[in-house]
């Protein structure tokens, strides 16, 4: 089984206002191809309430670093109280959303992800010299990049959102 080491555990960016939901998605969307990350959306969720839309949507995003390690990021959007608004931007009416928006980081460095040390014991023990010893440094600096990457992914939705306040 690969080890997952969590450098970002559960960071959370809150914000309470105007916003356009499906450009909050995209900007997200946006980052990772800019980054270079494959993506995965393992859930998104939609609930119709009286007090407004509850939607929740998971990415994955992830990069290969080696075939040894792989930069895992974990990006959950909660929206609660969801509502459309008309809100008049340079002369015009535009169509908003307001609600409650919650972010919630994780970011997880993945070793032998694809399984290669785990075949036989003599393997696994020679995997954790091989940790130990030689990619140590490799280790720190691995980390370094992925605290580094989910805290650019949490600032370009704060410029987002911030971007945003329209009253």
């Avoid at 998605?25 to 969720?45: G, N, P, V």
């Avoid at 990619?135 to 987002?160: F, M, P, Q």
């Amino acid at each position: 089984m690969a080890e997952r080491d969590f450098v970002v555990n559960g960071e959370t960016l809150t914000y309470e206002g105007i916003f356009r939901a499906s450009e909050l998605l995209d900007t997200i969307d946006q980052w990772t191809k800019r980054m270079h990350y494959d993506k995965k959306e393992s859930k998104a969720l939609e609930v119709v309430k009286a007090d407004g839309k509850h939607i929740e949507v998971m990415y994955e995003p992830w990069k290969d670093i080696t075939s040894y390690a792989q930069k895992n990021l974990s990006v959950r959007v909660i929206m609660h109280g969801v509502k459309d608004v008309n809100v008049r931007k340079d002369g015009h009416n535009v169509v908003m959303n307001q609600g409650k928006v919650k972010v919630i980081f994780y970011g997880i460095l993945k070793t032998d992800w694809e399984h290669r040390w785990e075949n036989k014991p003599m393997m696994f023990f020679l995997r954790s010299l091989y940790n130990k010893f030689f990619y140590n440094g490799y280790v720190k600096g691995w980390r370094s990049e992925i605290k580094s990457d989910t805290h650019a992914l949490k600032n370009a939705i704060k410029a987002y959102l911030n971007l945003n306040r329209y009253r």
